[in-house]
């Protein structure tokens, strides 16, 4: 879980993402009948007594009233708020923060870890999240879950992978804190020193098969190293990082808490920012000049606050001193950021908190000043565009993907109603019930 320690961080992107065919696609014509459907989370508007018609796991039609026809299969939601399937633009699947975290790097290979994240991709998929970023993860066992997933070999949610985050030597994304013989078996290709070696670590993870560039543009908390949460590249690394993952296709995201390394990342072209903990007026004018989206990942802030100050607080010394620092700060940031005019995808760094939890994140997002709908269309419309998915996913129309999700009570008076997700339609499978 190197990729998930590099994980209390963040992430980017810009071309090459996979493609939302998917082998759990259901044979026959499916009738999805609506009481409440939010078909398009840009608009906000709600209608009642609606028919999602879905064929080879595309939307055909949405028409008025409860229609089925003969041969095909229908889904009663009549008396459920059904939207399209959320999207959480940071997890971690093969892994999750434990009192074994530490322990679990050094005894899982990484096929385990991909059956570990085969277990964290159903309950995501359960919760409702039918596409997820995953930002830090080992290569071999991220690449093959997601691969895994899109053939249908495994249940769970299409993946934009990243892979293994490129990091400075010693920073946040490299192995820290165990023997030295240890930390050079466990070191990662993904990390580089100057801009030469780290054009070549963004190429090898392409080649690889990253479907977007992590990298981890300042400390992070969950790093076992007291190396402060500040810029770690270089700016001539960054702009280096950037030039060479745009040139093959494939957008940057950059784990950043230190305000340094967010706006050093943003003047180098990056295309969005995980945490930006510390982000000041500066940032936000950066933000806005890229049309950069940042991922405010709320709910890892305040897990790792809640763990630093409890009873069983498993943290190392390093760990605790970075999570006192960065937890509390981290709503009145998404405030600042949201007040500015900053787009915010969705993004819980789950993996940090518990998988099944992600939509822990709204109730979060609310209290730092976005409205139940803007909570909302940060998980759909906002992370769709985030990644160049629009076309496919985010909201509900002829031609898209049909990924639907449906919850009893009104989500837009209540995002806590979508913390208990009742159906699931991934691809037109239906998945749950
Ligand atoms: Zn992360």
Not at 219 to 245: H, K, M, P
Not at 248 to 266: P, S
Not at 314 to 324: R, S, V
Request: glycine residues 12%.
């Amino acid at each position: 879980m190197r990729r998930l320690l590099a994980g209390a961080c963040a992430l980017a992107l810009t071309g090459a993402l996979p493609s939302v065919a998917s082998a759990q696609s259901q044979t026959g014509t499916l009738f999805v009948q609506a009481g409440r459907l939010l078909a398009d989370p840009a608009t906000g508007k709600v209608e009642t007594a609606k028919t999602v018609v879905i064929d080879g796991g595309r939307i055909t039609r949405i028409v008025d009233g409860y229609v089925s026809e003969p041969g095909g299969k229908v889904v009663d939601l009549r008396d459920s708020f059904v939207l399209p399937g959320l999207i959480d633009s940071h997890v971690h699947l093969t892994g999750e923060q434990g009192p074994s975290s530490r322990l679990d790097e050094v005894t899982q290979s990484s096929a385990d870890q991909a059956m570990v994240g085969a277990g964290f991709a159903r309950k995501t998929l359960m919760a409702g999240f039918t596409t997820v970023a995953d930002l830090g993860a080992e290569n071999s066992a991220i690449f093959a879950l997601r691969d895994g997933i899109k053939r249908g070999d495994v249940i769970g949610p299409r993946i934009i992978a990243a892979g293994s985050a490129v990091s400075v030597h010693g920073g946040h994304g490299d192995v820290n804190g165990f023997s030295e013989e240890v930390m050079h078996v466990l070191r990662p290709g993904s990390v580089c020193s100057g801009a030469d070696d780290c054009r070549r670590a963004v190429r090898e993870q392409v080649w690889r098969g990253a479907d977007i560039i992590k990298i981890t543009a300042t400390g992070g908390v969950l790093s076992n190293t007291a190396a402060g949460l500040a810029q770690q590249f270089s700016d001539a690394e960054l702009a280096a990082i950037v030039d060479s993952a745009h040139r093959m296709g494939r957008k940057v995201t950059a784990h950043a808490h230190g305000v340094d390394g967010i706006n050093a990342f943003l003047k180098a072209g990056g295309d969005s920012i995980e945490h930006g903990t510390y982000l000041d007026a500066d940032s936000v004018a950066l933000f806005k000049k890229n049309g950069a989206y940042l991922v405010p990942t709320l709910m890892a802030g305040d897990f790792v606050y809640r763990i630093a100050t409890g009873p069983n607080n498993f943290l190392t010394p390093a760990q605790t001193t970075k999570a006192l620092d960065a937890g509390p700060k981290m709503l009145a940031m998404a405030r600042r950021a949201h007040e500015g005019g900053v787009k915010i995808a969705f993004g819980t760094d789950t993996g940090v908190s518990a998988h099944g939890d992600n939509a822990g994140e709204f109730a979060l997002l609310v209290k730092a000043g976005l409205t139940p709908l803007e909570a909302i269309q940060s998980a759909t419309i906002n992370a769709a565009a985030h990644f160049d998915l629009s076309a496919e996913i985010g909201s509900l129309a002829p031609g898209k993907a049909a990924d639907l999700i449906a919850v009893s009570g009104d989500p837009l008076s209540d995002v806590t109603v979508l913390q208990a997700v009742k159906a699931v339609i991934k691809a037109g499978a239906v998945v749950k019930p």
